[in-house]
């Protein structure tokens, strides 16, 4: 028998590498910034409130990493093209985070087309419009790079109770990130989705309160969530370790579904 070398373990260092995860003010996509800061990434750190941009930003400073504040509405194609010519001054990007989204708490029988809408633009459009852009710069720039959008159990499964624009733009973006995949692949792109299950952030609390959450808690095997928990799976996809994952949904849930 030939004995062979041990490879040396893939690293999931990000040195050297620019990234921007859109909606990072707060809660995930803050979560999301600030791992790929402690691996050695330039963030961008994008948000529609340019206050919790700047303060999260600042945060990532403060602890040493290197970052900068990028607000702006990734819903609409102007904040867009502003924020990509901000990374091309940078030199570019090599890893893009689709975080931004919001969810209403709201049935069949009181969504409107303007809420309708307004969801699918938020979770669905943002995440189309700074693909775009940043998959042209990464095939422009010819050394690959790393696609990731924020799906959702519910992608999978539906909402446990309304929220049926919300689940619908994450089983959207789901399908996005494996029709992305075939694209990126030839380029050295990955494209791959994230599905939380129960993540307690802020967002969780002002929809649900603390008696929801209670009752969300007994869904999950593993105990709810923490932003820091896709924060790990994101640097993982993003990393040298996941270079061979694409066209993936990674699910962190907690056992709250298993497929």
Same mark, same amino acid.
């Given at each position: ?59 990532? &400073? ?189 699910? &962190? ?7």
């Amino acid at each position: 028998m030939v004995s062979q070398t041990p490879a040396a373990p893939l690293s999931f260092r990000l040195d050297g590498k620019t990234a921007l995860v859109t909606g990072a003010g707060r809660g995930i996509g803050a979560a999301i910034a600030s791992a790929f800061a402690a691996a050695g990434a330039l963030v961008g750190v994008n948000d529609l409130d340019g206050a919790s941009a700047a303060a999260s930003a600042d945060a990532i &400073v403060a602890a040493g990493g290197r970052a900068l504040a990028l607000p702006g509405d990734v819903g609409t194609p102007d904040a867009v093209a502003r924020i990509f010519d901000a990374l091309a001054a940078q030199g570019g990007i090599d890893i893009l985070v689709n975080n931004a989204g919001t969810t209403r708490d709201e049935t069949i029988f009181d969504i409107t087309l303007e809420s309708w809408n307004e969801l699918m633009r938020i979770n669905l459009t943002s995440a189309f419009l700074c693909s775009k852009r940043a998959m042209t710069m990464m095939r422009d720039q010819g050394r690959g790079g790393r696609i990731i959008v924020m799906g959702s159990v519910t992608g999978h499964q539906g909402a446990l109770y309304g929220h049926l624009h919300y689940a619908t733009t994450k089983a959207g973006l789901h399908g996005f990130a494996k029709t992305l995949a075939r694209t990126g692949a030839p380029l050295g792109i990955t494209v791959n989705a994230i599905a939380p299950g129960i993540v307690v952030t802020d967002l969780l609390r002002r929809t649900h309160g603390d008696e929801g959450i209670a009752v969300l808690e007994k869904l999950v095997p593993a105990g709810l969530g923490a932003p820091a928990d896709i924060g790990a799976a994101a640097l993982y996809l993003a990393s040298e370790a996941g270079r061979q994952v694409t066209g993936a949904v990674l699910d &962190v849930n907690g056992g709250m579904l298993m497929r």
